[in-house]
Each structure stands twice: as C-alpha cells, then as structure tokens.
C-alpha cells in the first residue's frame, strides 16, 4: 500500500508540474482566424483560336474553342457566346487574314469568305496594290519582308550641261510591302530573295510609283521599326500626282557678290557690284 500511495503522489506531483509550465508559457493573447471574403470576377465565354492559325489557312471545326474571359477584358470586336452561339459553324471554311495565336480571341474582321479576296481584304479602303520587279539589290539583300515599311527610290540618269549624271531620290515614304512573290506572311523572317514586291499604295501613289518604274530603276530602302509610326507626320508622296518631275543635278556653287562702300556726306551705302 505504502508503494501506491507514493507512486500516486509522484503521478500527481509531475502532473501539476506540466499543468504549471503550460500555464506560464500561455501569454493570454487570442488568435483571431480571418478569412478574406472571395469577390467572383464576372466571366463570359468568347471565341478564341485553339491552335497557331497562319494568314491564308482555312478554319476547321476543331481550329476555334470557347473560352472564359472576364467580362471587363472582353472588347467590342469579341465573338461572345451568349451573342453569336453558332460563330464556330458560320466561320467554319474561312480564310484566315493576318493569323492568330492559339488562345487569341477571334475578330470577324481577320475572316474572309474566300481565298481569291484575301489579299484585297488586307487592303484598307482607298488603298490599291501595285508589284514591281525587284532584285536583291533593291531589296536591301532580302531582308524586305511582307508587313516591313520601306521608302521608294528612283534611281534614274539625266543629262545636264552636256554631261550624264545617276541620281536618287525618295518618291514614296512609310510604304507598307503586302507580299514578295507569292509570300504574304512574315512569320518567317529568313531573307525572301524575291523577284516581285507588291506594295500598299494610295491611289495617288500609283501614277508616281508606276512611271518612276519606267524611267529609271526602283529600289526598296528598308525602314526602321521605330519610324513607323510616323506614316501620319509624313506625306503619302513626295513626287506630284503627274509624272516624276526631272532628277535634280548637284547645285552648283554661287558666286560671291562683290560689294563696295559709297560714302556721301555723312550716309554711307553699300551697292552690289553685277
């Protein structure tokens, strides 16, 4: 018995020696469990491409796939679900104009009926298109490629003074290049050594352009990304609407005009001597 009682006293005596450490390690602050409130973001389904579609390939049933957008991102062009449910049919057998990348939303206006108007429905209204015969040369080594912007020169040998003299000079500036041969997508950005540039042209430039080609050599002066988007700041055309004025010479230096000093009374006046 007298075992127990001291195997019960020991028991109770490290029990209300952990119940005293517990106690004096509790700091008395609660801890508050805050959960944010979810906010739902309004979602609606528009029409997006399901794989890469490259300009001029035909859209299947399986090229285009609803998806959810949320309803603040979703634009005006946005083919929506809940507006056009049947878009994927009706597109079906379309031409694609410009491409689009797998997950980018589909706009009517990148859709064409037929592949006999697809390049003409690249063409904004007013604008026509016009093919010149290019070398590499003229074509800054290859690398003009369909979307570039380039400037027109003529190149072109007039005679002045009895002597025959090459200049250059720019007749169309920011000219967008809609095709090199039969190549109207640049997604492929090796050099294109190409033998035809057809060109987006306004349709003044096109009497310009066209009779600059029959009195001299044309070439393609590649632009810079970055200047394009000056084609607002500068003229369509440098040449008039008739054919190109003549090819400047090189000025000639003037010769100084010799003066001398008259004195009458007390005016003094400088008179030219011719």
Known sequence: MMRLAILALSLGSGSLATAL???????????????????AVPMREVLVAETDLAHGDIVTSGSLR??????SAVGGAFLVREEQPEAPTDLT??????????????????MVETDARLLSSTLPEGRRAVALRVSAEST????????????????????ADGESRAASRVIARNVRVLAIDQLADSADTDAVIGSTATLELAERQVEVVLSAAASGMLSLALRSAADHHLIEAEPE??????????????PQPEEPTRTVR??????VEIVAIQ
């Open 21 to 39: 450490m517990l106690d004096s390690e509790d700091t008395g602050r609660a801890v508050a469990s805050v959960t944010e409130p979810v906010v």
């Open 66 to 71: 609803w998806q959810s957008w949320p309803e």
């Open 93 to 110: 057998g379309r031409f694609v104009r410009g491409g689009f990348s797998a997950g980018e939303p589909i706009r009517m206006e990148r």
């Open 140 to 159: 800054a080594g290859g690398f003009v490629l369909p979307n570039d912007r380039v400037d027109v020169l003529l190149t072109a040998t007039e005679n």
């Open 237 to 250: 055309a440098i040449a008039t609407r008739d054919r190109p004025a003549p090819l400047a010479s090189a």
């Open 262 to 267: 008259v004195r009458r009374g007390t005016e």
